[in-house]
């Protein structure tokens, strides 16, 4: 039987990915620190097994290895050198490593919807190292044939858990406004965008992946919705959910943070100076995976967290 590892495991993606890859035939360990438990309620979940380590413990590497496991995941991987200290100890033996990247890789966007190899100079140090993983991984495989694949998730919606709202923050509030018909201020014209993806198309695309196996080797998939989102579309959007018409106002960044918590601004900046919309049609093209459109994304997570 074909053995598959998933680090991080527990989390929003994992909760998906392992299930497919237990129906696809693997024999699944999940490496988590235990402290998270499944919020799906999946029957597969009783086939897996689990292992307790952290990542900064002396035998994290070494115990990942001694598994010869035929493919593993890394979930969980923030900075490249942690990323090529599990690829020295993965040499000879695993099949294959796919890694968590993000649309973060790209700073701001000349063109759009962006292309995987395109704009590649990030914002923010979250940003560099997740573009210097992938810089890794594709020197890997030209230089020594190491065969890894990186995949870049953008904002995760996931069921029962917060998400990227319309005003670019994570303020549970801006639903409810939304929903009760309040105003909500955008900042500057309700233009800039975002860029979901359910964990279940996270998790598929990170499925197809294993599944096409060497054509993916030192490549790069960015793994979102079917198309970026404006505010004031998603706005809009989650209004007529609940039969209203969305009730916006806007400002310039400079006065909207004035108005908005210093946690929330500082968020929605972050947002909106990346703007993310990432082609998909590499996914399409490459691995033959359709991702969901941007309103079935988010409705997920709105109805079982927020309604």
């Not at 959007?237 to 004035?258: D, I």
Request: charged share 25%.
């Amino acid at each position: 039987m074909k053995k598959a590892c998933v680090i991080g495991g527990k989390g929003k993606v994992g909760n998906f990915l392992v299930p497919m890859l237990v129906n696809d035939g693997y024999d699944v360990t999940v490496v988590t620190r235990g402290e998270t438990n499944w919020y799906l309620d999946k029957k597969e979940y009783a086939d897996v097994h689990e292992v307790r380590l952290n990542r900064n413990d002396a035998s994290f590497v070494k115990t990942i290895a001694d598994g010869q496991y035929d493919a593993v995941v890394d979930m969980i991987c923030f900075d490249h050198s942690d990323l090529l200290k599990l690829v020295a100890a993965l040499k000879g033996s695993t099949n294959h490593l796919v890694v968590c990247g993000s649309l973060w890789m790209h700073g701001t966007s000349d063109l759009v919807p962006v292309r995987e190899q395109d704009c590649r100079e990030p914002l923010c140090e979250y940003g560099r190292q997740k573009c210097a993983m992938s810089d890794d991984l594709h020197r890997l495989w030209a230089e020594e044939k190491f065969p890894g694949t990186i995949v870049h998730p953008g904002h995760i919606c996931a069921p029962k858990h917060p998400i990227v709202n319309p005003q670019g923050n994570l303020n549970a509030d801006i639903f409810a406004a939304l929903k009760e018909g309040r105003e909500v201020l955008l900042p500057g014209y309700g233009l800039d965008t975002l860029h979901h993806v359910a964990a279940e198309d996270v998790a598929g695309i990170m499925r197809a992946v294993i599944q096409k196996g060497e054509g993916t080797f030192g490549e790069d998939f960015h793994a979102a919705a079917s198309q970026a989102m404006s505010l004031n579309g998603y706005a809009r959007h989650v209004a007529s959910l609940f039969g209203r018409e969305a009730n916006l106002s806007y400002a310039p960044f400079e006065e909207f943070k004035k108005q908005v918590s210093e946690k929330d601004a500082a968020m929605t900046w972050d947002h909106i100076s990346h703007s993310p919309a990432a082609s998909m049609e590499k996914v399409k093209n490459v691995l033959g995976y359709t991702p969901k459109t941007p309103y079935e994304t988010v409705d997920d997570s709105i109805f079982s967290y927020y309604a």
